[in-house]
């Protein structure tokens, strides 16, 4: 999956655009807002609030939006959606396994716009089952190599339950339950070493590896379902070399 890894880094740096920041503010004050109903406005007793707040920080959300959208959630404020998660699945040029996550308060809005996506950009919707056999769930946790060594890490997360410790160029990637990830970014912080980012995931068991050719059409349908403010997150089982990375960059 290290290509998969290599590629989700990548797409972070390319939301540096204002456009794709707008989406991604959006898409963090929804999680905060989630967050907040689902386990509670108190981030001290509510670690996955605490999670989001942490980064909608650390991608210099502003500090009022971050406050309103808890408060929303915990219900101190009156305004908050209806929030529901949808996962849709199907496939993407050259039979690629996608799952594509939604969070909408429209659900007739999110599935015309998910439709509409998949079909202008040659992939289809399946049947719910038809690909989410195929993908787990877990928690990710990336930190910034530095001068770090492999077992730097390893040593730090291993008794916190992560079950990885991958070299993914200029970081290391740590894999877990996503339940467990908690524990290993306070084992991290424990021992000294910053968290470049945390997330939970989908990883897939079976891969199908991509040309140059056939990774711009799935990066060009990714981006027209992220264009739609109802998708959170898009998962796939493709698998990008390094030579293919390299020719992608270029």
Not at 109 to 119: G, K, P
Not at 203 to 228: C, I, N, Q
Request: aromatic share 4%; with cysteine; net charge negative.
């Amino acid at each position: 999956m290290a290509g998969h890894s290599k590629w989700a880094t990548t797409k972070h740096k390319k939301a540096a655009n204002d456009a794709k920041r707008g989406k991604e503010f959006a898409k963090m004050i929804k999680n905060i807002e989630v967050a907040a109903r689902t386990g509670g406005g108190d981030p001290s007793a509510n670690p996955t609030l605490d999670d989001m707040i942490k980064k909608a920080k650390k991608a210099s959300v502003p500090n009022d939006n971050i406050e309103r959208a808890r408060k929303r959630g915990s219900g101190e404020e009156a305004g908050g959606a209806d929030w529901e998660t949808i996962m849709y699945e199907g496939y993407g040029p050259n039979g690629v396994a996608m799952l594509i996550e939604c969070l909408t308060d429209n659900r007739n809005r999110a599935a015309t716009e998910v439709r509409t996506a998949m079909t202008k950009n040659n992939g289809n919707l399946g049947e719910s089952g038809s690909v989410s056999y195929m993908f787990i769930r877990k928690g990710v946790v990336l930190v910034a190599k530095g001068e770090l060594a492999e077992d730097d890490v390893l040593m730090a997360v291993l008794d916190a339950g992560a079950e990885e410790v991958k070299d993914i160029g200029e970081s290391f990637e740590i894999l877990s339950a996503p339940v467990d990830m908690p524990a290993i970014r306070d084992a991290l912080e424990e021992a000294g070493i910053e968290v470049e980012d945390s997330d939970s995931d989908f990883r897939a068991s079976v891969e199908v590896a991509l040309d140059a050719d056939g990774a711009r059409k799935m990066f060009k349908l990714v981006d027209a379902l992220e264009d739609s403010d109802d998708v959170q997150n898009v998962y796939t089982n493709m698998d990008l070399s390094e030579e293919v990375l390299a020719e992608l960059d270029a």
